[in-house]
Each structure stands twice: as C-alpha cells, then as structure tokens.
C-alpha cells in the first residue's frame, strides 16, 4: 500500500519575492520607454501644428501678394494675427463676368500647442529681429512655441 503526500498548493515566499523583483525590473525599464514615446507624439504634433499654421500664413501672403484683398500696407501682406487664418478674409472673384465677394477662411481652428497644451504660440513679426524674443505687433510673420524645453534631437522647441 502506497502512502501518498499531499502538497500544499501555493507558493512559497521566496517564489513571490523573486516574481515581484523581475516585474519592478520590467516596469522600472518599460516607465522611461513611455515617457519618451509621450514625448516623441508630442514632437510629431507640434511639427505638424506648427507646419499648418506657417502655410495658413504662407496662404494669407500670397493671396495678399496677388493683390486678391485690400490690406494695411504696413503689415507686408502678412496676417494682423492669427484669429484671421480662422474668421477669414473677404476676397472679390471673378465668375461668368460678375464680380463675387466670398469669405475665404485659412484654418478651421487655431491648433493647439502639444507642449504648453495651450492655444497661445509665440508670434514673430517680419519687422522684429531673428534673436528677438518679443513680438512687435505689426503682423505675423513666423510661429514658434512658447515651451522652453529641449527636444530629443538636443535643440530647443522654441528654435523650430
């Protein structure tokens, strides 16, 4: 007649101990992989805000180059701001011999800065100096965050 053991089942306090360490390893490793994935998505949508503001900007200087609206000659032919790129501008086009006034509007929405989370951006005038940090007021010429952090590459966001 055979004797049979009976096992506890479970584990021992040193299994778990051994677990709990390799998972605290693991997450201590996997924590700083997403930080900088979050920081990389950021990158890529501040890239992508700021490259539709400055061709909402392009857009506006161009149309006001080819004389399509009347404009304030002491604003280059630049946006006053950038609430314009978004009400519009009044524009006079020509169809089947008549003259026809329609809005012409450059953005749905100002975007949003990913790094300030804020819809405030740092405006340069043509007028204002390339190192100047101040916004003269006269027009919009360029855009930059106001974030004075560093990217992953090592250059400063506002530098973009």
Do not use: C
């Amino acid at each position: 007649m055979k004797i049979f053991r009976q096992r506890n089942q479970g584990f021992t306090l040193i299994e778990m101990l051994v677990t709990l360490t390799i998972v605290a390893i693991l997450a201590g490793a996997a924590f700083p992989l997403a930080k900088f994935a979050v920081k990389r998505q950021k990158e890529i949508e501040l890239r992508r805000n700021l490259r539709l503001l400055r061709e909402a900007i392009d857009a506006y200087k161009l149309m006001a180059d080819e004389k399509k609206f009347e404009f304030d000659e002491e604003t280059e032919g630049y946006p006053p701001d950038l609430d314009i790129l978004v009400e519009g501008i009044e524009i006079k086009e020509s169809e089947e011999g008549t003259e026809v006034e329609r809005i012409h509007k450059f953005l749905r929405r100002i975007p949003k800065d990913p790094m300030t989370n804020s819809l405030e951006w740092g405006l340069r005038s043509y007028q204002d100096d390339l190192d100047s940090g101040a916004w003269g007021g006269e027009n919009v010429y360029d855009v930059h965050t106001k974030s004075p952090g560093i990217a992953l590459d090592g250059t400063k966001y506002r530098e973009w």
